[in-house]
């Protein structure tokens, strides 16, 4: 079912279709209004549908055949659904994480692929300090049980001073940098940062290995792309160097935790905790992590505030926008030698 946006602050009617206005499709509903991005796009001449997909592979194949440009959040968009659409020019992910999007296949074709990286810093920066706290003050398991009417139960579990520890980031992009820049709060005396694009050490920090952060670190938060070198980079080996007083924190992606060998490592007794805002498979139906009371878990909602939506939804239109005008995207992701034949 496609569902045309017509009109500024509604997120539904219908659109009168011009054949020689470029058609931009987005590929999942969950805005409630899509006003914004019809009123950057209308700049640019351009229509905006919405095509809902639902994660399905071939929906995203027929949603996109007839778009020169498409706005997606999850669904996946494979070489299929790329070489299918033969006036597809951009693809713009809602978001920061574009593993969903064949890179090569767009490239092949030079189809633009571009993200929006710094929409949400501050609320993902902010939701993996929540987990880390809510983890290391049992915030979760003392609510419920106050709720069930225990008190003076401080022992009950045992909690650690952060002060004095070491922070260990896996990542050092903006939200990295953020997390840090809120964590110096905390007391932390020393941070150890692994990041491969990091050449200078961050103020406060050292660079390093993630073997030494497994080993030396309380706290181990990652702000890593998920890509074929991260995938698990938290894996058994990794947590079998950890304390046994050591807190994992992912806001990332889910991909980078082996959950299999972390949710062992919890039963053994071999790990404090963990903080999850993501997981490897997305809604985590199944996973031995939901039975793991020393784990704290949201639902992948790091990115969102009010605020956070409406810079997302301007800049991936603006990125479409760029497209159509013949320039090059602010966050291209799939560069390819402009030059080439």
């Known amino acids: 079912m496609l569902k045309n946006i017509a009109k500024p602050g509604l997120g539904g009617g219908s659109v009168i279709m011009a054949a020689d ?20 796009l209308a700049s640019a001449g351009a229509t905006l549908e919405v095509r809902p997909c639902e994660g399905r592979a071939d929906a995203v194949r027929t949603a996109v055949r007839d778009a020169v440009a498409v706005l997606v959040r999850e669904p996946p968009v494979d070489p299929a659904a790329i070489g299918g659409a033969d006036k597809l020019r951009a693809i713009v992910r809602y978001g920061v994480g574009v593993d969903n999007i064949d890179l090569d296949a767009a490239a092949a074709r030079r189809i633009y692929v571009a993200n929006v990286p710094d929409y949400a810093t501050e609320e993902v920066s902010d939701q993996a300090l929540a987990l880390l706290l809510a983890v290391v003050r ?30 260990g980031l896996i990542g050092y992009g903006r939200i990295g940098r953020a997390f840090h820049r809120k964590a110096r709060a905390l007391g932390f005396a020393r941070t150890l940062v692994f990041d491969p694009g990091c050449e200078v050490p961050p103020e406060s920090a050292e660079l390093t290995d993630v073997p030494t952060i497994c080993r030396r670190a309380e706290v181990i938060s990652l702000h890593a792309p998920l890509t074929r070198a991260t995938r698990h980079v938290i894996g058994a080996a990794e947590l079998a160097l950890m304390k046994p007083t050591a807190v994992l924190v992912n806001a990332s992606r889910g991909g980078l935790i082996d959950e299999a060998a972390l949710a062992a490592a919890l039963a053994e007794g071999r790990l404090f905790g963990a903080g999850l805002d993501v997981f490897e498979r997305e809604p985590p139906v199944g996973s031995p992590l939901l039975d793991r009371p020393e784990v704290v878990l949201s639902d992948h909602t790091g990115w969102y505030s009010e605020e956070s939506v409406a810079d997302l939804q301007r800049r991936a239109a603006e990125e479409v926008v760029r497209v159509l005008r013949g320039e090059t995207p602010r966050n291209w992701v799939n560069s390819w030698t402009t030059g080439e034949s």
Request: glycine share 8%; charged share 30%; aromatic share 8%.
């Open 138 to 167: 049992r915030v979760v398991t003392r609510d419920r049980a106050v709720r069930a009417g225990a008190w003076n139960v401080a022992r009950s579990e045992p909690m650690y001073r952060l002060a004095g520890k070491t922070l």
């Open 21 to 40: 206005r470029p058609l931009v499709a987005v590929l999942d509903e969950g805005y409630g209004s899509y006003a914004i991005e019809h009123d950057v």
